[in-house]
């Protein structure tokens, strides 16, 4: 089975600073892993996925996330944030082959001025 | 291209009631999965329809069921509401069942189910 911790409920971060979402994963088997945002009252959006390959990833919007598989860990990151970056984050993993997405509980990005 | 169209956005019923949900996915999608988001909860995986077919299904009991038409759109039913089953509900559709990496999810807007 697979499990996601994200390990953060809430980043409050100001305009224009750096921001890390961190997130661990768990999983005996190989897996994809994924970043989502959700605005508010709008559904998810994929930001950026690993399949494989290099390990620093690029996203929409100016994210990016690097696998680190000794530490598993997948952290989102974005050098400058906006205050349109508000929104909700889900780290998600899918078992390679497999149909469903174990998501984890979300972070809250708060961007203050 | 249109994106994924969740019917209707927000939903009232009683305990007891029973409620049906439509998604329509993005055309050329053929697989279409159903979540339910709660704040205690989070994101959890209820199933997933490719070509008419339950492919895969989660932990959830069986008063929540699903099933997926000819045209690739999906419903999902909940019989016997409990208060418990207010949340909102995400329908997500891609290219293929499984390969999650190749096909990804794409969400629709969800349905918020109250029940009272």
């Known amino acids: 089975a697979q499990s996601v911790t994200q390990l953060d409920s809430q980043v409050p971060v100001f305009e224009e600073a750096p921001v890390e979402l961190r997130c661990n994963y768990s999983s005996s088997v190989s897996v994809y892993l994924f970043w989502y945002v959700q605005y508010p009252n709008q559904g998810l959006q994929l930001l950026l996925k690993?399949?494989?390959?290099?390990?620093l990833v690029k996203g929409i919007n100016g994210f990016e996330a690097e696998f680190n598989k000794s530490q598993t860990s997948f952290h989102l990151r974005k050098p400058s944030v906006h205050i349109s970056d508000t929104a909700e984050y889900f780290c998600?993993?899918?078992?390679?082959?497999?149909?469903?997405?174990?998501f984890g509980q979300g972070t809250r990005l708060t961007i203050n001025p | 291209k249109a994106g994924v169209t969740q019917t209707p956005r927000y939903l009232i019923k009683t305990r007891g009631q029973q409620v049906t949900l439509s998604c329509s996915p993005i055309?050329?999608?053929?697989?279409v999965s159903w979540y339910q988001q709660t704040p205690g909860q989070g994101l959890q995986f209820l199933f997933e329809y490719f070509s008419e077919t339950q492919r895969n299904k989660g932990n959830f009991p069986g008063r929540f069921s699903g099933r997926q038409f000819s045209n690739s759109r999906s419903e999902m039913n909940v019989s016997t509401l409990e208060l418990g089953d207010s949340a909102l509900y995400l329908c997500a559709s891609s290219l293929v069942a499984g390969d999650r990496g190749n096909s990804p999810l794409h969400f629709g807007n969800g349905t918020r189910l109250t029940v009272t």
């Open positions: 055309s050329g999608h053929r697989s």
């Open positions: 690993y399949l494989s390959g290099s390990t």
């Open positions: 998600a993993v899918g078992p390679q082959g497999a149909q469903k997405l174990v």
